[in-house]
């Protein structure tokens, strides 16, 4: 049994878990941004290809006290490396601290290189190069006050980046938390979805996948693979039972707008290359204008969010409006909108029924649940 981490985006902790249990993990706790498991390397495997709330699983190969930094140099030095990939292969450290008394994470950065190279020089007499964009492997340590443990990163490339995302518009919303929020939401394959302001499209691609039952990672290649431990075999079984799972794209109900022509290209293009425009309905429109798809649904939205005063005072005058327009055209609607702008509330006239504090990369937002009850709003 190895112990693992799996990080996330924060306020996604219970998703994820849930998401590691469905893998066959063991022994979870949940702390702020993560969860610690233990697991055999099948469930390691399974949770890399079929979490779509996990952002990386690290595998945890060393742990201990330090003082000093020599002692995280002596830890590092410790570990068997050369048992679990070779010399030739690149490799890239990544340092993350919290309430450390040490000065420099850069100086520990590059300790840490060191004892890995010094450790290939004494046992092989060779030494792995770094490639600090696209290694082969990838180390990350956490320090803490007075602890540092080291893991090697099972998943490589961010678990959300999910080999699919090819046009980009303005801010785009990282994968694992537009899939967060569809789970909030209660949404349900079957059940109509609108995205009436879906720029690139990352809240349709997420919702159709999930629709035809494709394992998030089914696309992209993971870091152990690039492990002598990897086994071709068990990885081979899990991702064929994945392929047999998906199903087609039936009516799905989903549909997405955007007001800019050039976002419901970039959309069009994105679900295009993931093999999933048959899953959605997109047209070009104004989220103050538009019809609702059918009688109930569920409206799931990440509106601007302004960083400068004339787009702040741009959307004090914005926000009245959708609020109008939901009670207009979007009664018996769930509508679900991630904001960052915490006087989206008050400014739009509704009282929201649910706020979940969520991270979007570094930005605090809020999701903000409003249900527009049929037949109570005047027009």
């Not at 985006?9 to 610690?36: N, Y």
């Not at 994470?105 to 450790?119: P, Q």
């Not at 955007?258 to 070009?284: K, Y």
Request: hydrophobic residues 45%.
């Amino acid at each position: 049994m190895e112990k693992f981490f799996a990080s996330c985006p924060r306020g996604l902790e219970a998703l994820l878990a849930e998401d590691l249990v469905a893998a066959g993990v063991k022994d979870l706790k949940q702390i702020p941004g993560g969860v610690h498991f233990a697991g055999e390397w099948a469930a390691c495997y399974a949770a890399n290809l079929h979490s779509r709330i996990a952002t990386r699983i690290l595998w945890r190969v060393a742990h201990g006290r330090y003082a000093k930094e020599d002692d995280i140099y002596q830890l590092a030095l410790a570990t068997p490396w050369p048992q679990w990939f070779d010399a030739e292969q690149t490799i890239r450290v990544d340092v993350t601290a919290v309430k450390s008394p040490l000065r420099s994470l850069e100086f520990i950065t590059l300790r840490i290189k060191d004892a890995i190279c010094d450790r290939f020089r004494a046992d092989v007499n060779k030494r792995p190069s770094v490639d600090t964009r696209e290694p082969d492997v990838r180390m990350h340590a956490f320090i803490t006050a007075e602890e540092c443990t080291l893991y090697v990163d099972t998943s490589g490339a961010p678990l959300y980046q999910r080999g699919l995302r090819q046009k980009t518009v303005e801010a785009p919303l990282k994968e694992n938390v537009a899939a967060g929020i569809l789970r909030l939401s209660g949404w349900q394959p079957g059940t109509p979805l609108l995205d009436p302001m879906c720029g690139s499209g990352t809240f349709l691609v997420e919702a159709a996948q999930m629709a035809q039952g494709i394992a998030p990672g089914a696309g992209r290649g993971f870091g152990f693979q690039q492990l002598k431990n990897f086994e071709l075999p068990l990885w081979k079984e899990l991702l064929d039972a994945a392929m047999d799972a998906e199903r087609p794209a039936a009516d799905a109900q989903i549909y997405g707008s955007d007001i800019s022509p050039v976002a419901v290209r970039a959309a069009l293009a994105n679900l295009d290359r993931a093999g999933l425009l048959p899953a959605v309905s997109l047209s070009t429109g104004d989220v103050l204008e538009i019809a609702a798809p059918a009688a109930q649904g569920i409206m799931i939205a990440n509106p601007p969010y302004g960083e400068r005063l004339s787009e702040l005072d741009e959307l004090a005058a914005f926000y009245p409006l959708l609020g109008s327009a939901l009670k207009r055209n979007f009664a018996g609607w769930n509508c679900y909108l991630l904001t960052a702008d915490l006087r989206l509330p008050k400014l739009m006239r509704l009282t929201p029924s649910k706020k979940t504090p969520l991270y979007n990369g570094a930005i605090e937002c809020r999701l903000f649940e409003f249900k527009m009850v049929a037949g109570s709003n005047r027009r």
